[in-house]
């Protein structure tokens, strides 16, 4: 049995890419792993399937605060799935509810968290949800931001984009480690590689510029657009719209801007996004 590793992130931030990069890294193949395959490597921790596990049948009829008692038992069976730590892709802040933690510290290994500069999550945020601009800068303000429940997945609790880096920066920093959008894209030798360091895996150069060929974005969006990507949402055109960094100079008005900056200050500033 292994923990569970975590890859944390607010939505639209790279969490993708990051789980496209780990599994073509590991897995060493020839031609990338299809984006399609994702979700059967890393796990969601919102994915119904490990709650039913845990209680034993359908979750009809069960309350809210019944399900989310189910969170310490679902995901100590995710780490009993395997016999090494396991990747499970979350969006949820790491915060409690009914008093239970949405990210269980006995199932837990380690964390990956990515971060991105909120002035462009709220372009792809607005793309993916099929929110205005302004709609998606009011839902990244809002402390009780989440997504609801649907047919196979349960609600995800975001609250504010400030509070969610807030919350994760609680982790244990010893077994974290911070990633941004931004260096991804600009420097990534460095940065995957700093990633391969805190897991301590025995790979090559060679074999880390592979995975970061392979799990490029043209590569990503090429597959989307000949198979779909199930993790699209149907509010959106494309998952893998544009992959950039500072769009946001020439899509948000000055207003817009100055209502992120002003609302996100400190955590930008700390993040060096003003």
Not at 97 to 122: C, F, H, Q, S
Not at 199 to 212: D, E, H, M, R, W
């Amino acid at each position: 049995m292994g923990g569970i590793i975590w890859l944390a992130s607010y939505p639209k931030s790279g969490n993708t890419w990051m789980r496209s990069f780990l599994h073509n890294l590991i897995q060493d193949r020839s031609s990338s792993v299809h984006i399609n395959e994702l979700a059967k490597l890393t796990y969601g921790d919102s994915q119904k399937y490990w709650y039913e596990q845990a209680y034993g049948g359908s979750l009809e009829g069960l309350s809210p605060e019944d399900v989310m008692k189910l969170t310490p038992k679902a995901q100590h069976l995710m780490t009993l799935s395997k016999s090494e730590s396991v990747f499970v892709k979350t969006h949820n802040n790491l915060a409690t509810n009914w008093g239970v933690p949405y990210i269980t510290p006995e199932a837990t290994a380690g964390a990956i968290v990515i971060v991105r500069n909120p002035l462009d999550v709220v372009i792809s945020l607005a793309h993916h949800f099929g929110f205005t601009v302004d709609e998606a800068i009011d839902f990244m303000a809002d402390p009780k931001a989440e997504t609801p429940e649907d047919e196979y997945k349960l609600p995800q609790f975001y609250g504010t984009w400030s509070d969610h880096v807030k919350s994760w920066e609680k982790f244990n920093p010893s077994y974290q480690h911070r990633v941004r959008y931004e260096d991804m894209l600009t420097k990534p030798q460095k940065t995957f590689g700093n990633v391969v360091k805190f897991f301590g895996l025995k790979v090559t150069k060679n074999q880390i510029n592979k995975a970061i060929k392979l799990s490029s974005f043209k590569v990503l969006q090429r597959q989307e657009q000949k198979d779909g990507f199930d993790e699209r949402s149907d509010k959106a055109e494309a998952f893998f719209r544009s992959g950039k960094s500072g769009q946001w100079k020439s899509v948000l008005t000055e207003d817009q801007v100055n209502r992120i900056c002003d609302t996100h200050h400190d955590i930008m500033s700390e993040l060096g996004y003003l």
